[in-house]
């Protein structure tokens, strides 16, 4: 069949779109900007003609329909692979659960068939004249979720940019159930303007980095403020290979300071697998030579970022106990973010041959009532998850300095946390180290 006659007769309305979802339905919305924003409209709109519909998502940037038409949870169930600000806030109130997963498996969780999905809907780029819709700016886990569901519904968006990929960039006409068109605003995220405070823990890092080495940045303040830093800077022929690809990475493109000239793998291509920031990255990308999007189980594996070699791993943290374990997701057993491609990463640094992974923090915090609380802790006993075990904990960062904590023994790691704890409570967690039994007798204080 023509392409362009396929697509005539499987467009249709969002409404009649979402008739294909029955009832006890697990409904998938891939991540961050594929998020189908008039499917989702139109999926709340059936609320009081369905049963117990499972939604999952990663990372939303906007209040949720099926969850705002729906405030009792009584059809819609809505799960999170990752959070973002706007998903505390739904689960915070307990309507929205997490599920907790390590990136580089995402897409094995669906052909394993541990994570069912009967309806897929995501938003793509405009079908080109083959008939194929590019994934734009999330490829992550969507060639597996599409391979595993049931019924599929593109929700196809001209703001979408082109992006050409490693392999599953796209998805062809004839796989396709229902096109729904769309010019709803693709889910956006801005980064945050670095504080002092960030710029102060970014500098602590800036000696590490040097001349052609290949750069993961997470999302956030300290990894704008390194930005700024090394767009500064003499520093040249830098290399991208992140996960999430946010406008930290812009800056540095335009200033010239990423050309991907000297990375071991994949020369002159940035890679990435999921994008969220602001318009003009999205425009940046639209049909560019210079990056490639790739399925997380590619760009996540320990054994793609162990051929990096001089790979450079940047991400933040929420707390540090005195043992290296760290907490990156949760406050207590608040949810906060998830494990994401964190532990990828400083897994994947270390099998590079020099390879560094930073996991940075303030070295306290204040709370609403004005009381100033130790970000690095003597032990964590209030139900934190533990993103990075102590066996894999890699270089940590403060304002005050880093930690290097490969190899040593927990009476080293104790000194050397305890330097870049806020000086308020130095002499506090040396008190803990003692009780601990990880404070070294011969230690001079």
């Not at 999430?244 to 990475?249: E, P, R």
């Not at 990375?263 to 697998?273: E, T, V």
Request: aromatic share 8%; net charge negative.
């Amino acid at each position: 069949m023509d392409v362009y006659a396929e697509y005539e007769k499987k467009r249709c309305t969002a409404q009649a779109a979402v008739q294909l979802v029955k009832d006890g339905d697990w409904v998938d919305y891939s991540q961050c900007t594929s998020y189908p924003t008039a499917l989702d409209k139109a999926l709340a709109e059936r609320r009081d003609d369905l049963h117990d519909i499972k939604v999952r998502n990663a990372i939303t940037c906007h209040p949720v329909a099926v969850l705002e038409k729906d405030p009792e949870n009584k059809t819609f169930t809505y799960n999170l692979l990752h959070c973002s600000a706007q998903d505390r806030t739904y689960i915070d109130a307990g309507r929205a659960y997490h599920e907790p997963m390590l990136f580089r498996q995402c897409g094995s969780y669906y052909t394993r068939g541990y994570a069912p999905v009967q309806v897929a809907m995501i938003t793509v780029a405009p079908m080109d004249r083959q008939g194929n819709f590019s994934f734009g700016l999330t490829n992550c886990c969507q060639p597996e979720l599409l391979s595993v569901a049931e019924h599929i519904i593109l929700e196809v968006n001209p703001a979408m940019p082109v992006v050409y990929g490693l392999e599953e960039d796209h998805i062809h006409i004839s796989e396709v159930d229902c096109i729904v068109e769309s010019r709803e605003p693709l889910n956006t995220s801005p980064s945050r303007a670095p504080g002092d405070l960030d710029r102060q823990i970014a500098a602590q890092i800036f000696p590490y980095l040097h001349d052609g080495m290949t750069l993961q940045l997470g999302i956030g303040g300290m990894p704008n403020a390194l930005g700024e830093l090394i767009a500064a800077s003499d520093l040249k022929d830098l290399g991208m290979h992140t996960e999430l690809m946010s406008d930290g990475y812009l800056a540095l493109y335009k200033a010239g300071k990423i050309t991907n000239r000297k990375k071991k793998l994949l020369r002159g291509k940035g890679i990435f697998s999921i994008c969220l920031g602001s318009t003009e990255l999205y425009q940046f990308l639209d049909h560019s030579q210079e990056v490639l999007s790739a399925p997380m189980r590619y760009v996540n594996s320990v054994e793609t970022i162990r051929q990096l070699d001089d790979f450079i791993s940047i991400n933040g943290c929420i707390a540090v106990d005195l043992y290296g374990q760290v907490s990156s997701e949760s406050a207590g057993t608040r949810q906060i973010s998830g494990t994401g491609g964190q532990l990828d990463f400083v897994t994947g640094a270390y099998a590079a041959p020099h390879g560094k992974a930073f996991l940075a923090l303030p070295s306290s915090r204040v709370d609403k009532k004005g009381v100033r609380h130790s970000n690095i802790l003597p032990l964590f006993t209030q139900g934190d998850i533990i993103t990075t075990p102590r066996t894999q904990a890699p270089y940590i960062v403060t304002e005050y300095g880093v930690a290097c904590l490969p190899g040593r023994t927990t009476w080293q790691r104790a000194e050397a946390l305890i330097a870049i704890a806020h000086p308020d409570f130095r002499e506090d967690l040396i008190q803990a180290a003692e009780k601990q039994h990880i404070w070294r007798r011969s230690n001079k204080r």
